[in-house]
């Protein structure tokens, strides 16, 4: 597919970090060679070429080094670069026959994680982005399915329906390789902020199924064409009611065939703040919890799997506040969104949700989620309170949690 980007229309589709680049570049004509730049990077995106083109630059530069070192008969210096430079370009060739065009043995199918607990499977899941090339079996995609029925069915925390459709083909979505099977996620077109939060609590708890079935997931929010999506999509989606939210590729994970690229790429996500920065016992956001003393101390690792939860680029946007009683009684976790993201920041707040509220009940631990005003949260002077963090959604619990 030809994608013709220009003018206005260019600008509208880049993404929050491209436009940030761009808005930071004072001069014009370093403006206009960075916006060509940005739009010869994303139509190489959409037709699934960066994420091979891009090893070839550090050849083209090491070649460059180890051939002028070279004419400075430096040879000690040039046939390190230049080695390195033909190690790279190897591997390169090697993804594009097996990743690109797929020529390549066929792989097993991944076990099912059916023997670990909550916590461990939710610490085992990672953002797959490179798939192997088989379909999922007809019994795998009935489960699968099975997991989207059940979980969209559940009582939602806004009033606003969503839903996922399923979709076998190869769309245009970046930087995944080789995904063929997706879930879209959709809301109402008219903005709705909890349906955008139940979006994410939702697709967190059928990932999480998806992931003990040894199932790969990615969660694809600014990498995916939404044109692609609509056209396979067809009479399931109408443009004038319908939003699409994000997409979550599905699919049996390569263990071998991953270009050099997503390698390097997956390994920036490994990191999480410390939990000393995502979870305070006030809602100034001065006092980090103290999660060993009681009541906090009742919900173990489910703090981790928060920590660890996914979100847009790795952003961690989430933040929780513990509201607590005078008379010591645990009142309620509060969710606060750090950014003032309209769909990232919430659907990364609503698998911060799914993760909380399974982690809880893993222990035994029961509650519902409800909009709480200021002051219950035990929050005043709103006039005066910065923007950020902002407020979302309370969990309340539904017995009595107290400090001992």
Known sequence: MTHKINGNDFMQGLGANEKAILNRIPV?????????IVRAKMRMQFTGWLQYFLPMIFVLLF?????IAFLFKASFLAIPFLVLATLISMVAIFDVVTSKFRLRFPE??????????????????????????????DAGYNELMASVRMHTEEPQIGKSPVRFEYISAPLTVWPVVNATEFLVAIAPKEYDRLAVIDVGRSLQKIVTDATRMGLGTCWIGPGADHVSIKQN?????????????????????SNYY?????????????????LAELFFADADFEHPLDMHAAPFNHFGRTYEICQW???????????????VAESGELKSLDFYAATASRY???VALGIWCANWEMGSAALGIHGHFAILPAEERGVQDKASRPPLPRYDVSWLVDENLAKQ
């Open 63 to 67: 070649s460059l080094i180890g051939g």
């Open 344 to 346: 990232y920041a919430p």
């Open 309 to 323: 939860a996914p979100s847009s680029y790795n952003g961690q946007t989430t933040r929780c506040v513990a509201n």
């Open 28 to 36: 014009l004509f370093l403006r206009k060679i960075a916006t060509k």
């Open 233 to 253: 999509l067809g009479d399931r989606f109408d443009a004038e009611k319908d939003h699409i939210i994000c997409v979550c590729a599905v699919g049996y994970k």
């Open 108 to 137: 097993r199918l991944p076990k099912r994680n059916d023997t670990l607990d909550l916590f461990d499977l939710m610490r085992v899941r990672r953002s797959c982005r490179s798939f192997q090339t088989r379909k999922l079996t």
């Open 258 to 274: 991953i270009p050099i690229f997503l390698r390097i790429f997956n390994a920036q996500f490994k990191r999480r703040l410390p």
